[in-house]
Nanobody
Framework: QVQLLESGGGLVQAGENLTLSCAAY????????MGWFRQAAGKEREFVAA????????YYGDSVKGRFTISRDNAKNTVFLQMNTLKPEDTAVYYC????????????????????WGKGTLVTVSS
């Protein structure tokens, strides 16, 4: 059974940067797209970013385009989310996910039917 473990969340000031990581443990095959969703208190889950196995054509939610960058290191089974110029509205629990479906469609799924979910890491941005 594959487990995804997020790390890197914490408390930051508005305008600062933070990088999240998500490592997959127990997987013996490749080919999965990996990415991130987030959910703020009282709001629905929101797509953040996704990237295919080969690292090309990353996709981003509109609210984070130009500020966040997703990347992956397949040798370490790890995906990263570099978050720049954070805003208070970025405050949320960030969930890592992986799935066999390509990254280009993740924004349509709303987080449904992901193959594997992480437990989440909290990012709090103070003003």
């Amino acid at each position: 059974q594959v487990q995804l473990l997020e790390s890197g969340g914490g408390l930051v000031q508005a305008g600062e940067n933070l990088t999240l990581s998500c490592a997959a443990y127990g997987r013996t095959s490749g080919g999965y797209a990996m990415g991130w969703f987030r959910q703020a208190a009282g709001k629905e889950r929101e797509f953040v970013a996704a990237i295919n196995w080969g690292g090309g054509f990353p996709y981003y939610g509109d609210s984070v385009k130009g500020r966040f960058t997703i990347s992956r290191d397949n040798a370490k089974n790890t995906v990263f989310l570099q978050m720049n110029t954070l805003k208070p509205e970025d405050t949320a629990v960030y969930y890592c996910a992986e799935d066999l479906r390509p990254a280009r469609g993740w924004y349509l799924y709303g987080g449904s039917d992901m193959k594997t979910w992480g437990k989440g890491t909290l990012v709090t941005v103070s003003s």
